[in-house]
């Protein structure tokens, strides 16, 4: 909305890309039928009475999940995309991740401890180093602490395997410091403003990499991949590793204000706009 994601669509355009509803029309072929309760990913245009997607992008939701719950499928798919699709986590891995109480981070905390690992997570005072914990951080850290040096003690100084990282800006490179030999660091986005650039002689050191994650540009690529997601993320669903943290609800007429308080900071887990009822 503001002209600094990667993708800028030409004004005027209607924003929103994860909803859920009930399937008003379907083609013939689609996975799902006119009445079925979905999550879905649109290309833009979310925020309607009446919004389309592609049929690959649809997901039939269990009759105990709430629409609110089923907007937070893209997190989950993102950080599955991350974990498995753009790296290998194994189990019993370490995984640090930025802004764990927001609604990305907090799907990456549940989708990473269902994989195995060890969770640290990263996050903006007292009360989102508690909804981190709830989620299932084995540790949390604050954001404005000296966390670079509590993970080093967290690990007996070795580091950590994967960084999962939606912030950027100042902190990103210590994120790079704060690695093993042979870790990660999954570029996600840049909630903190600056993009930030990375020395390289840094990764050749410690046998490093940083890794894009555009979960959006890759369906461009194989349109088959979330479905094939979308099926792990069931079975993880079934054995209870994942339940979407929903921080606020807001009706279509204060859409700016849940805008205002993603860029100030104050939400945690997903930010629902609820269009109609």
């Known amino acids: 909305t503001k002209g600094q994601y990667q993708v800028k669509p030409q004004p005027p355009f209607l924003p929103g890309l994860e909803i859920a509803g009930v399937?008003?029309?379907?083609?013939?072929?689609?996975?799902?039928?006119?009445?079925?309760?979905?999550?879905?990913?649109?290309?833009?245009?979310?925020?309607?009475?009446?919004?389309?997607?592609?049929?690959?992008?649809?997901?039939?939701?269990?009759?105990?999940?709430?629409?609110?719950?089923?907007?937070?499928?893209?997190?989950?798919?993102?950080?599955?995309?991350?974990?498995?699709?753009?790296?290998?986590?194994?189990?019993?891995?370490?995984?640090?991740?930025?802004?764990?109480?927001?609604?990305?981070?907090?799907?990456?905390?549940?989708?990473?401890?269902?994989?195995?690992?060890?969770?640290?997570?990263?996050?903006?005072?007292?009360?989102?180093?508690?909804?981190?914990?709830?989620?299932?951080?084995?540790?949390?850290?604050?954001?404005?602490?000296?966390w670079l040096a509590e993970t080093k003690t967290i690990t007996d100084g070795r580091g950590v395997d994967i960084v999962f990282d939606p912030v950027g800006g100042d902190r990103f490179t210590d994120s790079v410091r704060s690695l093993a030999t042979l870790g990660r660091l999954l570029v996600i986005g840049f909630a903190g403003g600056a993009i930030p650039e990375v020395k390289v002689n840094r990764l050749l050191l410690r046998n490093t990499a940083v890794i894009g994650v555009a979960w959006g540009e890759y369906v461009r690529v194989d349109p088959s991949m979330p479905q094939q997601i979308a099926v792990e993320l069931a079975k993880m669903s079934d054995a209870g590793h994942i339940k979407p943290l929903i921080g606020g609800i807001y009706e279509m007429e204060r859409v700016g204000d849940a805008l205002r308080d993603l860029e100030q900071r104050r939400a945690t887990g997903k930010l629902v706009v609820r269009v109609r009822d």
């Open 23 to 146: 399937v008003r029309s379907a083609p013939a072929g689609a996975n799902v039928k006119p009445g079925d309760r979905v999550a879905a990913m649109s290309k833009l245009g979310g925020w309607a009475e009446v919004a389309a997607a592609a049929p690959t992008g649809v997901f039939r939701i269990p009759e105990s999940m709430t629409f609110a719950e089923a907007t937070s499928f893209l997190n989950y798919q993102t950080a599955y995309f991350a974990f498995v699709w753009r790296t290998a986590l194994l189990a019993g891995e370490t995984v640090l991740i930025h802004g764990a109480a927001g609604g990305t981070g907090s799907a990456a905390i549940q989708v990473a401890r269902g994989l195995g690992a060890t969770v640290i997570a990263v996050a903006q005072g007292a009360d989102k180093m508690r909804v981190a914990r709830e989620c299932g951080a084995h540790h949390a850290l604050d954001a404005d602490s000296d």
